[in-house]
């Protein structure tokens, strides 16, 4: 990716030393009652937000550290985390 | 032809003759001339024939702004003379032609302009359909400008480097030599990117003045010079910039000089800021003829005599719209050029002093006359000039003609960068209205004339890029924009969109033949926005990467809407920016692979490598590529194999178990001591990623093997899956820092018990057992007991640096029973009669535990753990149509199907995996997955084979394992 990543560890790097992770969705939810439908959205239905989403990212030429960042999808910055509205 | 050799301002030297191959005969150039420039001295006038209607072009920018004089050199088509420096012994020829350029016989099309409308080959030539085929080969043959052959081979070489700078400028003229200078003398990192060969812009080549006391040629060599010392700025001059991303990521290619040791350099750079000082180009008039050989732009004319010594013609008329063009005018006519009018499109504006230098040379002037039409077959030899609003007329002979509409902002790095532009109604400029962060732009592109003006607004520009870096810098930038301020600003631009013409001959696009009356008509048709006329006219869509219809088009398109410029904007900039060889995109291809420690003993034993991954392994050791007597000597006797690119890993914690369990579908907390446990690791969706065997050698301390390919991305996938828990384990890639020798065969412990210090019998050291011992007192090894290929077999796991002695222990341990080395086609056989699956081969992403009868190794019970694929596991064990693994036989033991063979009935139920004649069954065997309606042993399977034409092939569905099915032999 043409665009630069902040590493927690690293710092401000390029982004192709990065490999990316999908956007946040959680840790994984408990099997109780899980439909396969449910099971197939978690793993593979994204909410293809346009705008700022976290995601997760893997330091694959550096440290090896997987962490998130906030990208803004329609202009492909890693923007700061925006403040929550409530 | 003779040069003007005597001018300060040459960057050739005369005195150095160079010589070139044009068509089959000798040219002369000499050193710093372009191909063109020393064709143009030899008398070349007309360099090609466009492309649809085989008009003649010839020189027009003198910076390859157009296909024109694109040439073949040296074999490679569309090469942009005008930027390519002369070299010795150089082949060009002529493009597009069928003849001479002088004579060409397609010459006839430019009478069927009328038969090729707009968008002609999207509406004709598809009614009926069958014509179309015939039509789109003859379209193919007449479209494209130069040609290449499929085996051409590209020479040279081709280099990479990816700098980082603090401060990177984009253009080497007055304003970027200003922001170099002001941002390298705070002691930033500035990387400076020059198009041409020499450092400048366009102050280079004019003696006018600069100041009192020097002239504007000599204060460009000052600037460049002063760059050049400062010790943090590192200039690359013949360096194009082809493309601009987020976060100031900027890409050029820089052409090699004689002293380079790469023809071309890929240079990627990242930088904290950027400067953009590209300068302007000409906004290309339009009149009838408007690109007859004899056209030129105001720069190409001036250029020709001042840097290269060629005076551009014998008697010109100057059609212009800047002061440039009087400027250039009255230079030339002080050089030798006879000039019979000047016409200038504005009707005041133009400085008087210039306007004085003509009255004194005695040269007409006209204010609010232009071009119209242009005379001439094959050269120019007159032009009619009108006024502006087309109400008088008189013609004029001339061989030359200097047309310009006036300036135009070179905005392409800009709009790469994703800037916003908006039409200035005062300059007639697209200008940047929002740049992106730590971008900024100056000079004569913001609309800047005065030569003081331009320098300091770079100057400024390269203060704002320091101060991005360096916050420190912000207290210089108030006296800098005040010297700014006290300067005079932009100047009004001439705002003639065309000549008073109907446009069916006024070229809009050169590369394309897109004339004002194509544009029109798409107009006429509907397609009201650029973006859309531009792709149905073709306008801007060729090797000139849009340089001529450049801002006349939206300019042209906004008038025809009555809206002025203002709601006008330039069609969208993509990179790459100028043409790029994809030899440059390339870089140098090295060869790079992984050998493993016995590398070089296994060629020496005879081995066959071969690529699998990022390894090169030894897959046969025979010339027989069946590799008969490998697999029957691993069955009666005993076989080596180098295995040392398995995946080898620690885990060790207080919480590596958990992440054991996180991970591999079965219950990790069940290994028992001195046992390895066979173990498959699966995705999301339940399919398999891999295998492998865990190990536990002490408490919280395990030791764990996976497939080769999956060694590099293991660690990552053990983090990633536990990367919400906060669990502290550890891990270390231990893949090549041990090796491993796979001993199998019947006689495998016989070999082995001379080299360990232990007891290896049966009973001892079982199936399935994991032991450690030391060989020779020193080489601490870890041995496993598998059964992969189904004979007595141990793995021995030790460090790499050991595994050259290991090898020799080994083969001189079994040379009494005359060992011999196996590969990986061997073992592919052996495990395939054991019905044992490698991941990839008898698995695909689609493929689950369950599918392939591996679903043993998942236990249900530890829901607790989370592991990864055990939902998907649950919810597909009883999952109605799925592929299944199955063993088969063929019905005709002598043909056995190629790897990857269909299974069909009345559609595509599956697939061969791996089919092979197996020497011990004197069967042909195979495993493959197949629909599970057809699972069932017996089951007869048709197989469709690549290229069968029909003759299908059969087999049946076998029981698996084909060989030792009670698995006694691993067991012995």
Known sequence: MAFTITCPICGKRNGYEFRYGGVDKGPRPDEEELTPADWCDYVHMNACVAGVQEEWWFHRDGCGGWFTIHRDTTANLEVEKPEVNQ | ?972
């Open chain 2, 1 to 972: 032809m003779n040069r003007l050799s005597k001018l300060p301002t040459l960057r050739i030297d005369p005195a150095q003759e160079i010589s070139l191959n044009y068509d089959g005969k000798t040219c002369r150039g000499v050193a710093g001339d372009t191909v063109a420039t020393a064709l143009y001295a030899s008398g070349v006038r007309i360099f090609s024939r466009s492309l649809k209607y085989h008009r003649p072009r010839g020189l027009y920018s003198l910076d390859g702004e157009c296909s024109n004089t694109c040439m073949q050199v040296n074999g490679i088509p569309n090469v942009r003379s005008e930027n390519t420096l002369l070299s010795n012994g150089m082949t060009v020829k002529a493009q597009n032609v069928k003849g001479t350029p002088e004579k060409d016989m397609m010459g006839f099309m430019d009478r069927l302009d009328w038969a090729m409308p707009a968008g002609f080959y999207y509406r004709m030539m598809h009614k009926p359909a069958k014509i179309w085929p015939i039509a789109l080969k003859q379209v193919r043959k007449a479209a494209g400008l130069g040609k290449i052959s499929p085996e051409f081979q590209m020479k040279g070489k081709y280099d990479e480097i990816y700098p980082k700078a603090d401060v990177c400028v984009i253009g080497g003229g007055p304003a970027g030599l200003s922001a170099a200078l002001a941002a390298g003398e705070r002691g930033l990192r500035v990387i400076l990117l020059e198009s041409r060969p020499w450092l400048g812009g366009f102050f280079d080549y004019r003696p006018a003045e600069y100041d009192n006391s020097i002239h504007l040629f000599e204060r460009a060599r000052e600037l460049a010079e002063l760059v050049e010392q400062v010790p943090t700025v590192r200039v690359f001059s013949h360096t194009s910039v082809v493309g601009a991303y987020n976060n100031n990521l900027i890409t050029a290619f820089q052409v090699g000089g004689e002293s380079d040791f790469f023809d071309e350099r890929y240079i990627e750079i990242r930088a904290q800021s950027v400067v953009v000082a590209t300068g302007c180009i000409e906004r290309p008039l339009l009149f009838e003829n408007n690109e007859r050989p004899g056209i030129m732009q105001i720069g190409c004319a001036h250029r020709l005599a001042r840097t290269y010594g060629l005076l551009p013609g014998e008697n010109a008329v100057f059609s212009i719209g800047h002061d440039l063009g009087i400027e250039a005018a009255l230079d030339l006519s002080s050089l030798g050029l006879k000039i019979s009018q000047v016409a200038d499109i504005r009707e005041d504006g133009q400085d008087p002093a210039l306007v004085a230098g003509l009255a004194a040379k005695k040269i007409p002037f006209l204010r609010g006359w232009v071009a119209n039409t242009a005379h001439g077959d094959a050269r120019l030899n007159k032009v009619t000039l009108s006024t502006i609003q087309g109400t008088h007329q008189r013609d004029v002979d001339c061989d030359l003609l200097v047309a310009s509409a006036g300036m135009t902002p070179v905005t392409g790095a800009l709009s790469l960068a994703q800037a916003q532009l908006a039409y200035d109604n005062h300059t007639g400029f697209f200008l940047p209205l929002k740049l992106p962060d730590k971008t900024h732009a100056a000079g004569r592109l913001l609309g800047l004339d005065d030569p003081l003006a331009i320098e300091a607004s770079g100057h400024l520009a390269g203060l704002l890029a320091a101060a991005d870096c360096d916050p420190d810098v912000s207290a210089d930038l108030k006296p800098a924009r005040e010297q700014l301020d006290d300067l005079p600003g932009p100047v009004r631009g001439c705002k003639l969109v065309q000549a008073p013409v109907k446009g069916r001959k006024t070229f809009i696009c050169f590369d394309e033949d897109t004339t004002l009356k194509n544009v029109a008509q798409a107009l006429e048709m509907g397609f009201d926005a650029t973006e859309l006329i531009k792709r149905f006219t073709a306008a801007g869509t060729g090797p000139g990467q849009g340089g001529i219809p450049g801002h006349n088009l939206p300019l042209f398109v906004a008038q025809y809407h009555g809206e002025g410029g203002g709601l006008a904007k330039p069609t969208t900039v993509r990179a790459p920016m100028v043409p790029t060889f994809i030899a440059t995109y390339a870089g140098t291809n090295h060869d790079m692979f992984k050998c493993t420690p016995l590398h070089d003993y296994q060629m020496e034993s005879g081995g066959v490598m071969r690529r699998i991954g990022v390894w090169k392994r030894a897959r046969y050791f025979s010339h027989d590529f069946s590799c008969r007597e490998e697999i029957e000597n691993v069955r009666k006797n005993v076989g080596m194999l180098d295995a040392s690119t398995l995946g080898k890993f620690r885990i060790w914690g207080p919480d590596a178990l958990k992440a054991l369990q996180r991970v591999y579908a079965g219950d990790m907390s069940k290994i028992s001591d001195g046992k390895i446990k066979y173990a498959a690791m699966c995705n999301e969706d339940g399919c398999i990623i891999d295998d492998g065997v865990v190990v536990k050698r002490g408490e919280n301390e395990y030791y764990f093997t996976t497939s080769s390919g999956r060694a590099g991305s293991t660690v990552e996938w053990f983090r990633f899956h536990s990367r919400y828990d906060g669990w502290n384990y550890h891990m270390v890639n231990l893949t090549d820092a041990l090796g491993v020798i796979n001993l199998a065969g019947p006689n495998a412990r016989k070999v082995l018990e001379q080299l360990v210090d232990g007891d290896i019998s049966n009973q001892a050291f079982p199936f399935t057992g994991y032991r450690e011992f030391k060989i020779r007192d020193t080489i601490a090894v870890r041995i496993m007991r598998l059964g992969f290929v189904g004979e007595l077999s141990y793995e021995l796991h030790a460090p790499a640096s050991y595994m050259q002695s290991l090898w020799e222990l080994v083969a001189q341990a079994g040379k009494k029973f005359d060992i011999q080395n196996f590969g990986l086609e061997a073992q592919n056989v052996l495990r395939m009669e054991k019905g044992h699956i490698i991941i990839g081969s008898e698995s695909e992403q689609r493929t689950t535990l369950h599918d392939v009868g591996l679903g043993f190794l998942w236990d249900r019970k530890k829901a607790a753990a989370k592991t990864v694929g055990a939902v998907a596991l649950k919810q597909t064990e009883k999952q109605a149509g799925r592929f299944k693994l199955v063993g088969f036989k063929m019905e005709n033991a002598s043909r056995t199907p190629k790897d990857g063979s269909l299974i069909v009935d009345s559609s595509i139920k599956g697939y061969v995996c791996i089919a092979r004649f197996s020497f011990g069954l004197k069967e042909s065997i195979g495993l493959a997955l197949v629909d599970a309606s057809l699972a069932a042993e017996g089951t007869r399977l048709q197989i469709y084979e690549d290229e069968c034409e029909g003759r299908h092939l059969y087999a049946a569905v076998t029981a698996l394992p084909f060989y030792d099915p009670e698995g006694k032999r691993l067991r012995e």
